[in-house]
């Protein structure tokens, strides 16, 4: 018995050692550029599902689902989040195109099917390793909420807050480069 555990505790060190050599080596990818190895994925994902099932506030927000509200949400996104995740034409920008991880263009990959808290808790804590910023420092509770209940009805916009979504445009075009 003595021996096994002295052989277990042996392979602990070294899977450590291997994996701070691997680390400090400059051999686990650093760049953004370059797929995310699929522990770091499988880690990542795990980690933000369960701190979101523990964390997210239940049911609605403290802001009403109003158009003045809706159109207040598309008016924080347009200052905080269409130059990583787009405007209503679903294009990427420039700045979206070179991130790592890429964000998701909400116009055609939304998240209307998320709870109202789990797209609260993206805004207000941000997303560890994506560049996913939190703004709790930044925005109010409501303009969070506001952005929130922008991004869950962002799919059944009234025709006045659609023409204020429609409207926002990408701060410059995309540069193609190939």
Known sequence: MKAFFYGLLSAAVLA????YAFVVTGMMPANADSPPPGLEKWAAHRSLKAAIAREAPLGAGPVALDDAALVAGVKVYAQNCLVCHGG????ASNIALGLYQHAPQLATHGVEDDAEGETYWKVHHGIRLTGMPGFSQTLTEQQQWQVTLFLKHMD????????AWKALALPSAQAAVR
């Open 88 to 91: 209503a034409d679903g294009q």
């Open 16 to 19: 450590l050692a291997g994996g």
């Open 156 to 163: 059944s916009l009234s025709p006045a807050v659609a023409k």
